[in-house]
């Protein structure tokens, strides 16, 4: 309590007025200050010359903002230190008015001045929140100025206020709609940004200013695909929102055409057909005509480019990302590959109750259409008593729509102990479930209604009251044979209060009365009797139950239905009196209108279908997941509807990126001349573009070549942009380069023309880039010349080129061509350069017995039987890896195939059948082979990408008439390519990868294996690695990227003259690592 009169003698202003005290928080204090004293303290600290002060007095008012108070009345004490030099009171000022500047607009209109000269401070967050403060004003005479500023922002050098200025875009629309025009020029610009900080913004701006201008996201498709896994999460949700609703009008449905591809083993897992038919769209009607006209479906590259970026983000630790993905899956994935998302779904049901919520309600819909997806995870959907009441009814909703006849015993059991809860309504909904159960599944149909039966007995009225409704749906569908149930419902009027399990007894024995003629009278005279005692729905009931009984058994029945209908005649509710009037008339005929009377019993007695029980979730996938709309199950404000799927595929080109030619070349000149940092902006954009978008190519043959063009073309135009400044400078030397960088490229689409048995080495230039560009870093001049020289030389002299001395040397380092001599394209004398011939003088290599490793491809684990003769009826087949690049795809292993006829009968149409391949794995098919005849072989190349995993890829090899399931299993060492550079950036790599990333094993060599030449060989046999030169004879450093990600592979053998040695591997990838340790220890000890 002592605080208390310390803090009052302050505020009573002891001090002198020149040098207040400022000992207390004012916020903590200000239930003891007046209204006129409030704030004082505060507005003196921001009145003084001291920048310390003032900071203090911003630091507790923004503390008192976050707190929830109020503040707004320092207002103009705050916006005069607007102009405050000191950085830290700037930036908290501008917070600050942030909050306020809508509230008190005048006093900040006043201040205007001052945010536009903030627009122009050095300080990337004073220029970034000066734009956040104006775009805050809501006054239409502003406008202009926003317009500007936003235009302005929008060209920044810095990410961040450019990605204020798309943040301030939905903001100024809201204030004037008619910088529409504007303001989508803007967004095209922002758009075209290659900054991870940017898109999710600008993507957002574009889905609230012009969602329906699709045209502007051709362009940038490719890019924001690339881009998303980088993106904040934010950014992710809205940018796949986006790219679900592109696709939907881009490309075509994965799911049309199905009768024409092979026949799918989890067709019937996933679905019915007569979901298949619905998913299908408008194209499921002309079915039977078009479908045999067409060809089978081929998903575009840009398609699978989409769905194999989001993939990865399904493991994202923001549930939200994760629903994007889910939704993206479900709408518009392949039925085979929505199987992936289940498990990512299921890992969110750990998570609060309000995130389980919403992913339920989407996987009660999921679940209706694609069973099979959730049945492995059945017993995560089981209740738990802690569970919300909203929650346990939705799991009740997946696991009735997960009950077949495999698992109904068990859901049934699950069901029995729900009903024992002490929660009414889950108990209602749970005697629901089990009725749609018994609906569904034909079998335990008698065993539910049975059950049913048992719990009419209840002491709790509710769940007795709940029966009797669930019963009587289920009678309808076999009323003949349960007419004991239906007295024994009979009996329970007595008991049961709850109108709608009245309503419904009476509804049955009505209906079904000639199945109890001596009941039903008795049950209408004790309801006659409490008439006027009931409810409604029970009075309306009593009506139909007379005047059927009237209808069939009169005798008995004919003055209680004139004492019930008399009842009626005056009740309050006019429902009653009006049914009362209108039931009199057509069953008592009178002597105007007997012409409906005649018709009483077919209007009364008519043969009712059976109710179908459906989940309440059938109809909502028309909403897309995810959305607000889908989860009220109502059209939300805002709310955009999911496109169909276009008959026809849209043009796949406008979305390739044309880039000039003089541009590509000048930029592959700058990349060797100049050094750059490792992780370089350009590198980093247009690296993963170029896998990304050369990975589809494999999809289809029809489209890789375009595909290739485009991918390349945009990648280029990526790292293009940003550097474009800086190319400017030496464009007038290099246009020489850049004519004969022309004549090659022409030669080299010739080249591509080979056959596919000669055509392996072709994507020898891929790797050589990969290679050179891996091997750019921050090293000495000299190391850099000696690994960026090969990679050119590569790049621009054909693999058989005889013109000189100096082509031979270059043809000696063409360390990845290995297209056989048949083939010989004659290379004009202008590929090698004079310049490129003096750089080649001064390449050394620092170890002599490097040289017999490097020239020739090192050959891995020989030919490996496939199928035997036997099994294969004559049919024998061989494969090897080639360690040769794959020309489709870098990123898959190159495998040969060797097929040889033992048999005396040709065998025909040898191709590869239906794959089962592990999630990440996929397989580019050889040609066909039409016909091997008796005694023939026949050699065949095909793509793996094994996805840097040792999983055995499992296909069929199939003729005309057989199919044969085969397994091919990479050893470790195939996984990955060979890397070529420098000692020193070999340090550096391996200073990179240290701690878990590096594994060590020591071992002992023996006599036989002591000498470089076999350690060397056994290595390179043992894993597709490149030698790295070695200043110490006792060590052998060897460097590899796996193939998929192009994770680094470093591997370091330390031999002692003694025979004992230590192998030490680095790489990200742990398990590569290990398993790598293990083979070269192996081979190395034999």
Same mark, same amino acid.
């Given at each position: 309590?002592?605080?208390?009169?310390?803090?009052?003698?302050?505020?009573?202003?002891?001090?002198?007025?020149?040098?207040?005290?400022?000992?207390?928080?004012?916020?903590?204090?200000?239930?003891?200050?007046?209204?006129?004293?409030?704030?004082?303290?505060?507005?003196?600290?921001?009145?003084?010359?001291?920048?310390?002060?003032?900071?203090?007095?911003?630091?507790?008012?923004?503390?008192?903002?976050?707190?929830?108070?109020?503040?707004?009345?320092?207002?103009?004490?705050?916006?005069?230190?607007?102009?405050?030099?000191?950085?830290?009171?700037?930036?908290?000022?501008?917070?600050?008015?942030?909050?306020?500047?809508?509230?008190?607009?005048?006093?900040?209109?006043?201040?205007?001045?001052?945010?536009?000269?903030?627009?122009?401070?050095?300080?990337?967050?004073?220029?970034?929140?000066?734009?956040?403060?104006?775009?805050?004003?809501?006054?239409?005479?502003?406008?202009?100025?926003?317009?500007?500023?936003?235009?302005?922002?929008?060209?920044?050098?810095?990410?961040?206020?450019?990605?204020?200025?798309?943040?301030?875009?939905?903001?100024?629309?809201?204030?004037?709609?008619?910088?529409?025009?504007?303001?989508?020029?803007?967004?095209?610009?922002?758009?075209?940004?290659?900054?991870?900080?940017?898109?999710?913004?600008?993507?957002?701006?574009?889905?609230?200013?012009?969602?329906?201008?699709?045209?502007?996201?051709?362009?940038?498709?490719?890019?924001?695909?690339?881009?998303?896994?980088?993106?904040?999460?934010?950014?992710?949700?809205?940018?796949?929102?986006?790219?679900?609703?592109?696709?939907?009008?881009?490309?075509?449905?994965?799911?049309?055409?199905?009768?024409?591809?092979?026949?799918?083993?989890?067709?019937?897992?996933?679905?019915?057909?007569?979901?298949?038919?619905?998913?299908?769209?408008?194209?499921?009607?002309?079915?039977?005509?078009?479908?045999?006209?067409?060809?089978?479906?081929?998903?575009?590259?840009?398609?699978?480019?989409?769905?194999?970026?989001?993939?990865?983000?399904?493991?994202?630790?923001?549930?939200?990302?994760?629903?994007?993905?889910?939704?993206?899956?479900?709408?518009?994935?392949?039925?085979?590959?929505?199987?992936?998302?289940?498990?990512?779904?299921?890992?969110?049901?750990?998570?609060?109750?309000?995130?389980?919520?919403?992913?339920?309600?989407?996987?009660?819909?999921?679940?209706?259409?694609?069973?099979?997806?959730?049945?492995?995870?059945?017993?995560?959907?089981?209740?738990?008593?802690?569970?919300?009441?909203?929650?346990?009814?939705?799991?009740?909703?997946?696991?009735?729509?997960?009950?077949?006849?495999?698992?109904?015993?068990?859901?049934?059991?699950?069901?029995?102990?729900?009903?024992?809860?002490?929660?009414?309504?889950?108990?209602?909904?749970?005697?629901?479930?089990?009725?749609?159960?018994?609906?569904?599944?034909?079998?335990?149909?008698?065993?539910?209604?049975?059950?049913?039966?048992?719990?009419?007995?209840?002491?709790?009225?509710?769940?007795?009251?709940?029966?009797?409704?669930?019963?009587?749906?289920?009678?309808?569908?076999?009323?003949?044979?349960?007419?004991?149930?239906?007295?024994?419902?009979?009996?329970?009027?007595?008991?049961?209060?709850?109108?709608?399990?009245?309503?419904?007894?009476?509804?049955?024995?009505?209906?079904?009365?000639?199945?109890?003629?001596?009941?039903?009278?008795?049950?209408?005279?004790?309801?006659?009797?409490?008439?006027?005692?009931?409810?409604?729905?029970?009075?309306?009931?009593?009506?139909?139950?007379?005047?059927?009984?009237?209808?069939?058994?009169?005798?008995?029945?004919?003055?209680?239905?004139?004492?019930?209908?008399?009842?009626?005649?005056?009740?309050?509710?006019?429902?009653?009196?009006?049914?009362?009037?209108?039931?009199?008339?057509?069953?008592?005929?009178?002597?105007?209108?007997?012409?409906?009377?005649?018709?009483?019993?077919?209007?009364?007695?008519?043969?009712?279908?059976?109710?179908?029980?459906?989940?309440?979730?059938?109809?909502?996938?028309?909403?897309?997941?995810?959305?607000?709309?889908?989860?009220?199950?109502?059209?939300?404000?805002?709310?955009?509807?999911?496109?169909?799927?276009?008959?026809?595929?849209?043009?796949?080109?406008?979305?390739?990126?044309?880039?000039?030619?003089?541009?590509?070349?000048?930029?592959?000149?700058?990349?060797?001349?100049?050094?750059?940092?490792?992780?370089?902006?350009?590198?980093?954009?247009?690296?993963?573009?170029?896998?990304?978008?050369?990975?589809?190519?494999?999809? !289809? /043959?029809?489209? #890789?070549?375009? @595909? =290739?063009?485009? %991918?390349?073309? +945009?990648?280029?135009? $990526? *790292?293009?942009? &940003?550097?474009?400044?800086?190319?400017?400078?030496?464009?007038?030397?290099?246009?020489?380069?850049?004519?004969?960088?022309?004549?090659?490229?022409?030669?080299?689409?010739?080249?591509?023309?080979?056959?596919?048995?000669?055509?392996?080495?072709?994507? !020898? /230039?891929?790797? #050589?880039?990969? @290679? =050179?560009?891996? %091997?750019?870093? +921050?090293?000495?001049? $000299? *190391?850099?010349? &000696?690994?960026?020289?090969?990679?050119?030389?590569?790049?621009?002299?054909?693999?058989?080129?005889?013109?000189?001395?100096?082509?031979?040397?270059?043809?000696?380092?063409?360390?990845?061509?290995?297209?056989?001599?048949?083939?010989?394209?004659?290379?004009?004398?202008?590929?090698?350069?004079? @310049?490129?011939?003096?750089?080649?003088?001064?390449?050394?290599?620092?170890?002599?017995?490097?040289?017999?490793?490097?020239?020739?491809?090192?050959?891995?684990?020989?030919?490996?039987?496939?199928?035997?003769?036997?099994?294969?009826?004559?049919?024998?087949?061989?494969?090897?890896?080639?360690?040769?690049?794959?020309?489709?795809?870098?990123?898959?292993?190159?495998?040969?195939?060797?097929?040889?006829?033992?048999?005396?009968?040709?065998?025909?149409?040898?191709?590869?059948?239906?794959?089962?391949?592990?999630?990440?794995?996929?397989?580019?098919?050889?040609?066909?082979?039409?016909?091997?005849?008796?005694?023939?072989?026949?050699?065949?190349?095909?793509?793996?990408?094994?996805?840097?995993?040792?999983?055995?890829?499992?296909?069929?090899?199939?003729?005309?008439?057989?199919?044969?399931?085969?397994?091919?299993?990479?050893?470790?060492?195939?996984?990955?390519?060979?890397?070529?550079?420098?000692?020193?950036?070999?340090?550096?790599?391996?200073?990179?990868?240290?701690?878990?990333?590096?594994?060590?094993?020591?071992?002992?060599?023996?006599?036989?294996?002591?000498?470089?030449?076999?350690?060397?060989?056994?290595?390179?046999?043992?894993?597709?690695?490149?030698?790295?030169?070695?200043?110490?004879?006792?060590?052998?450093?060897?460097?590899?990227?796996?193939?998929?990600?192009?994770?680094?592979?470093?591997?370091?053998?330390?031999?002692?003259?003694?025979?004992?040695?230590?192998?030490?591997?680095?790489?990200?990838?742990?398990?590569?690592?290990?398993?790598?340790?293990?083979?070269?220890?192996?081979?190395?000890?034999?």
């Amino acid at each position: 309590m002592s605080a208390a009169p310390a803090y009052s003698e302050d505020k009573g202003g002891s001090a002198g007025p020149g040098e207040p005290e400022y000992g207390h928080d004012p916020a903590s204090g200000g239930i003891f200050s007046s209204d006129y004293k409030r704030h004082d303290d505060l507005k003196e600290m921001l009145d003084t010359n001291k920048d310390s002060l003032k900071l203090e007095a911003m630091k507790r008012i923004v503390a008192m903002i976050a707190r929830g108070k109020n503040a707004s009345d320092l207002f103009p004490a705050v916006v005069k230190n607007v102009a405050c030099k000191n950085i830290e009171v700037k930036k908290l000022v501008y917070v600050y008015l942030v909050r306020y500047a809508e509230e008190q607009q005048d006093l900040a209109l006043l201040s205007i001045s001052t945010f536009q000269r903030g627009l122009k401070d050095p300080n990337q967050l004073i220029r970034a929140s000066a734009l956040r403060v104006l775009s805050s004003i809501r006054v239409p005479i502003i406008v202009p100025i926003m317009m500007l500023a936003i235009k302005e922002a929008a060209s920044d050098m810095s990410p961040y206020v450019r990605k204020t200025a798309a943040h301030a875009i939905p903001k100024l629309y809201s204030l004037d709609s008619d910088q529409k025009d504007q303001l989508i020029e803007v967004i095209e610009k922002l758009l075209a940004d290659k900054t991870t900080l940017v898109a999710g913004s600008v993507v957002m701006a574009f889905e609230e200013v012009c969602p329906e201008r699709i045209d502007l996201i051709h362009k940038n498709y490719r890019k924001l695909c690339n881009l998303l896994i980088d993106v904040e999460e934010w950014g992710q949700v809205v940018i796949i929102s986006m790219l679900t609703r592109y696709a939907r009008t881009q490309f075509l449905s994965p799911t049309q055409n199905e009768s024409l591809l092979e026949e799918n083993p989890e067709k019937a897992f996933y679905g019915s057909e007569e979901d298949e038919a619905k998913g299908a769209g408008p194209e499921a009607g002309s079915a039977p005509t078009a479908l045999p006209a067409r060809k089978p479906y081929v998903m575009d590259p840009d398609h699978r480019l989409l769905l194999r970026n989001t993939k990865p983000l399904l493991q994202s630790r923001s549930a939200a990302v994760v629903m994007a993905v889910a939704q993206l899956y479900f709408h518009l994935a392949p039925k085979a590959e929505v199987g992936v998302i289940a498990k990512a779904l299921v890992r969110l049901l750990r998570s609060h109750s309000e995130v389980q919520y919403v992913v339920l309600q989407n996987v009660a819909t999921m679940s209706i259409k694609r069973r099979g997806m959730f049945e492995p995870y059945l017993k995560s959907f089981y209740i738990r008593s802690t569970d919300p009441t909203q929650i346990k009814i939705l799991k009740l909703e997946v696991l009735t729509n997960l009950a077949n006849e495999t698992n109904i015993p068990t859901v049934l059991r699950e069901f029995q102990t729900y009903i024992r809860s002490m929660d009414k309504d889950f108990v209602a909904a749970t005697i629901q479930a089990i009725g749609r159960c018994a609906t569904n599944i034909g079998r335990v149909r008698d065993t539910c209604l049975n059950g049913l039966v048992q719990l009419l007995s209840n002491r709790d009225e509710l769940v007795v009251a709940e029966s009797v409704v669930v019963i009587k749906k289920l009678l309808q569908m076999q009323p003949a044979q349960h007419g004991e149930i239906i007295k024994h419902l009979a009996k329970l009027t007595d008991n049961i209060q709850v109108p709608m399990a009245r309503a419904s007894i009476l509804w049955l024995i009505g209906e079904y009365c000639e199945h109890v003629p001596k009941i039903a009278p008795d049950v209408l005279r004790k309801m006659a009797k409490s008439f006027t005692a009931e409810e409604d729905i029970v009075k309306l009931q009593v009506i139909n139950l007379a005047a059927k009984l009237y209808l069939t058994n009169s005798k008995q029945t004919k003055l209680l239905t004139q004492y019930v209908l008399s009842l009626a005649k005056y009740d309050q509710n006019y429902d009653i009196r009006d049914r009362a009037r209108f039931t009199r008339q057509l069953i008592v005929p009178s002597e105007q209108g007997g012409a409906l009377s005649r018709h009483a019993k077919k209007l009364f007695l008519a043969p009712k279908p059976a109710p179908v029980l459906e989940s309440s979730f059938k109809d909502r996938d028309h909403f897309q997941l995810g959305s607000l709309s889908h989860l009220l199950n109502a059209k939300a404000t805002g709310y955009q509807e999911l496109p169909d799927w276009p008959e026809e595929a849209p043009d796949p080109s406008v979305r390739n990126v044309e880039v000039p030619e003089w541009t590509k070349c000048s930029n592959r000149e700058k990349r060797k001349e100049k050094e750059k940092p490792f992780y370089s902006d350009s590198e980093g954009e247009s690296g993963p573009t170029e896998s990304a978008d050369s990975e589809p190519e494999s999809e !289809s /043959e029809s489209d #890789s070549k375009s @595909s =290739s063009e485009s %991918s390349s073309g +945009e990648s280029s135009s $990526e *790292s293009d942009n &940003e550097d474009q400044g800086e190319d400017e400078k030496g464009r007038g030397s290099e246009s020489e380069q850049s004519e004969e960088e022309e004549e090659e490229e022409k030669k080299r689409k010739k080249r591509r023309k080979v056959p596919e048995e000669h055509g392996e080495g072709l994507s !020898s /230039e891929e790797g #050589s880039d990969t @290679s =050179s560009s891996s %091997s750019e870093s +921050e090293v000495t001049s $000299e *190391s850099e010349e &000696e690994q960026a020289e090969p990679a050119s030389c590569r790049k621009k002299t054909p693999p058989s080129s005889k013109s000189g001395s100096g082509t031979k040397e270059i043809s000696l380092l063409d360390l990845e061509d290995f297209t056989p001599p048949t083939v010989q394209p004659v290379s004009p004398p202008t590929v090698v350069s004079t @310049s490129l011939a003096t750089d080649l003088e001064g390449l050394t290599l620092t170890d002599s017995s490097l040289v017999p490793s490097l020239l020739s491809p090192v050959p891995g684990v020989g030919r490996q039987e496939l199928l035997h003769q036997v099994a294969g009826e004559g049919l024998a087949v061989d494969y090897a890896f080639s360690r040769q690049p794959f020309s489709r795809d870098p990123h898959m292993v190159s495998v040969h195939i060797y097929f040889s006829n033992s048999s005396e009968t040709p065998i025909k149409g040898l191709h590869v059948g239906t794959s089962k391949l592990p999630a990440g794995i996929s397989i580019q098919e050889f040609p066909e082979i039409e016909l091997l005849a008796p005694g023939e072989s026949a050699t065949a190349v095909m793509g793996i990408n094994f996805c840097d995993s040792t999983q055995a890829a499992n296909f069929q090899l199939c003729t005309q008439t057989r199919q044969f399931y085969v397994s091919i299993q990479p050893p470790v060492g195939e996984l990955m390519a060979p890397v070529f550079m420098s000692e020193n950036e070999f340090k550096k790599e391996q200073g990179k990868l240290t701690g878990m990333n590096e594994i060590t094993e020591k071992l002992m060599l023996p006599d036989t294996c002591r000498s470089d030449h076999t350690v060397v060989q056994k290595v390179t046999a043992t894993a597709n690695l490149g030698r790295v030169p070695c200043g110490t004879s006792d060590e052998y450093r060897f460097a590899g990227r796996t193939l998929t990600s192009g994770s680094l592979v470093l591997l370091t053998l330390d031999a002692r003259p003694t025979g004992t040695a230590q192998v030490t591997v680095n790489s990200e990838k742990m398990v590569i690592g290990t398993m790598l340790v293990k083979d070269v220890i192996q081979a190395l000890t034999q």
